[in-house]
């Protein structure tokens, strides 16, 4: 990497350097300087405002799956060009292990969010649920809509994981169509500003979706306004701080914070010495410790096992660390490299005294170790060190204080309702694992301290496999927690988008609210089909439209002969003298021929745009069918989602939501449907 001088920040469509002496950026391994970052001449101000009018604006008009196509393009042009942030990465610190989470796992969250794009609407904005009956004519109806936040999200991260980070949040962000502006850790910033330099000059994202700031960022968060969203995550002692900000409050700004948490691992009483589960518990809380020299806000910190096994962990636990060899992560026998400055080194080793009150440090925590390809003293490596707390229901320091490194605390317990009762006294964690093959011992845990996790980890022989780990949140998955983790969530696949929407709940006819979110609602006008609806390509169909049936009366041939057919001689179709005490009066038809013969009814046999049915949702059978009524159909286009060709051969084609309603000779609807067709387009574009 060329050796920068000064980091520039790259906001308002620009590239601007500082004039001023910046805050000086080190490399870990040697102490050398890397550069310089600085955002104390930057006018946040116009930063945010050229964020919410310039950036903001052109991501609302794109619908989701326009977003998601942007999102994927960049997420495949970044790992086109990934290696190439590996060496920058080593100067952190982070081992080639460390940089793949960092790095790949950072564009994974890209791609996760991309495919998203598949549970949204081809809108703008989002309808979110059923709509609800406020009327009894059903003339009056509500729904929920849920549109873009029309400010910027301005995200706060960490040291720790400086690509990451960064692409986590903005593939969410960038999802529901709304800007944002990045303030990496000046610790790290170097790392990010060599991806974001990659992501602006390739042009893929809209001008001021992406605004870059490294520095202390001091201010950047005094012009927040009401339609902005605010993520922070770090320590939660700047958390709070920041989230009490008057501008933050004054302006009901919403605010997510996710803060290094006292994490728990649990070995359950069945994991056993000499079995399998114990030795992947061993290898989990070794991972856990040295990953990223222990800097993860999801690192364990709290070892929770039961008192008869603490001997026997401790001794697996301390052969296992002696065999990680920590160095220059250039280096390829290096399993564990530095931590990302002296100054971390410093504090990291000030909580180890302020924990060792309480706990004796039973492996590690001292100058007698070795490094690999580096100069020890130069460099900021520290040793993992290993604590045991015998008394962890007393001795509170161990629930109450992190050290932020390759730092971990040993705790017996003698049931596992103890066990619980220890990872609650860390006031709230984004994750804890417990190590187990007992499901009732698996159940009492989660019911009894979900409460205070973000996310539990169930691990044993039959998930170790293909388990991700304790300390990797996934993008589908919400990750944050209650309490000290910060009461908040980011990710969360959909869940996650709604952070940067606002739900708004809409009402009125029926009509009008299917005009409006381009959803047939129950109630509305459905105006007759002069074509058959199976006739009109994908571009014809209008929301509304609607097919009247012909009718027919159902036999008790038709019961007969469709208990034949499919086997289903259930006694309230086939024998009349078994009904006494049902709800039944007598013979009633099966809801899937009732079904099956609304399909005869309502489908056009003919060759046509419509090329196949592949499914059926939120099928209903709301009243018996007997023989001697009649039913009919009322078809109607409920929903038109479109589709992306696969390649050039692929026809172009979108998904097609008919409403199917049946109804008797009363105009009582007996079953509802919503069957789901692939229909061609017009245009093979």
Not at 306 to 311: A, D, F, G, L, R
Not at 445 to 467: D, P, W
Not at 470 to 498: D, I
Request: proline share 4%.
């Amino acid at each position: 990497m060329t050796k920068l001088i000064k980091q520039p920040n790259y906001i308002q469509g620009r590239w601007v350097k500082h004039k001023k002496d910046g805050l000086l950026q080190v490399n870990a391994i040697d102490g050398s300087i890397i550069s310089s970052c600085s955002s104390e001449e930057v006018d946040f101000k116009a930063v945010l405002k050229y964020g919410r009018e310039t950036g903001s604006p052109v991501l609302r008009k794109m619908t989701f799956h326009e977003r998601g196509r942007m999102i994927k393009a960049l997420a495949l042009h970044l790992h086109g060009i990934r290696k190439k942030y590996y060496p920058i990465s080593f100067l952190s610190g982070a081992t080639k292990t460390d940089s793949w989470i960092d790095i790949d796992g950072g564009i994974g969250n890209l791609f996760a969010y991309a495919s998203l794009r598949k549970k949204f609407p081809n809108e703008t904005f989002y309808t979110e649920g059923e709509a609800a009956n406020l009327s009894k004519g059903g003339t009056f109806i509500g729904h929920h809509v849920m549109v873009p936040k029309q400010g910027v999200a301005v995200h706060i991260n960490a040291f720790n994981f400086p690509i990451w980070g960064m692409l986590e949040k903005i593939a969410v962000n960038l999802l529901a169509g709304v800007a944002a502006v990045v303030k990496p850790s000046e610790i790290t910033s170097f790392l990010t500003y060599e991806m974001v330099k990659d992501i602006a000059a390739s042009k893929i994202l809209p001008d001021g979706a992406l605004q870059l700031v490294s520095g202390s960022g001091i201010g950047i968060l005094d012009h927040v306004q009401s339609q902005d969203v605010v993520t922070f995550t770090g320590s939660a002692s700047t958390g709070k701080m920041l989230k009490t900000l008057p501008s933050i409050i004054d302006n009901a700004v919403h605010f997510n914070m996710e803060a290094d948490s006292l994490n728990a691992a649990v070995l359950a009483p069945d994991a056993a010495p000499g079995t399998a589960d114990f030795d992947i518990f061993i290898k989990e809380v070794r991972k856990e410790m040295t990953v990223k020299a222990g800097q993860k806000c999801t690192a364990i910190r709290r070892i929770i096992v039961p008192s008869k096994y603490i001997e026997d962990v401790q001794k697996a636990l301390i052969a296992q660390l002696k065999k990680v060899s920590i160095g220059n992560p250039n280096d390829e026998s290096v399993r564990m490299g530095a931590l990302v400055s002296k100054g971390q080194v410093e504090a990291v080793k000030n909580n180890v005294a302020l924990l060792s009150k309480d706990c004796e440090v039973v492996y590690g925590g001292s100058n007698r170790y070795k490094v690999i390809g580096a100069d020890k003293k130069e460099g900021c490596f520290m040793q993992p060190t290993l604590l045991l707390n015998p008394k962890p229901l007393k001795n509170k320091v161990s629930h109450e204080v992190e050290a932020f490194g390759p730092v971990s605390t040993l705790m017996p317990y003698k049931k596992i309702e103890d066990a619980i009762k220890l990872t609650k006294l860390g006031k709230g964690s984004l994750v804890s694992t417990i190590v187990t093959s007992d499901p009732k011992i698996a159940k009492t845990y989660m019911v009894e301290s979900a409460a205070y996790h973000g996310r539990i980890h169930f691990l044993n022989t039959q998930s170790a496999k293909e388990s991700t780990g304790h300390g990797s949140p996934m993008p589908l998955l919400s990750h944050g927690g209650p309490g000290r983790a910060g009461g908040g969530e980011e990710m969360g696949g959909v869940r996650g988008v709604f952070h940067y929407l606002q739900r708004t709940a809409i009402q009125g006819h029926p009509t009008m609210i299917g005009k409006v979110t381009n959803q047939f609602q129950i109630g509305g006008a459905q105006p007759e089909a002069q074509v058959h609806l199976f006739r009109k390509h994908f571009e014809e169909l209008e929301i509304g439209e609607t097919v009247f049936t012909h009718k027919h009366t159902v036999s008790d041939a038709d019961i007969i002969n469709f208990a034949n057919v499919s086997g289903d001689n259930f006694y309230a179709h086939t024998d009349a003298t078994s009904l006494e005490g049902t709800i039944f009066e007598r013979r009633v038809a099966h809801g899937y021929f009732v079904l099956a013969k609304a399909a005869g009814l309502f489908v056009d046999p003919k060759k046509g745009p419509v090329l196949l049915n592949y499914g059926i949702d939120e099928c209903r059978f709301t009243k018996p069918v007997y023989p001697g009524m009649t039913i009919g159909v009322k078809f109607t286009v409920k929903e038109k989602i479109d589709q992306e060709k696969r390649d050039e051969e692929d026809i172009a084609k979108g998904i097609v939501k008919f409403l199917v309603d049946v109804y008797d000779e009363t105009g009582e609807t007996v079953a509802l449907a919503t069957i789901l067709t692939m229909v061609k387009k017009i245009k093979n574009e």
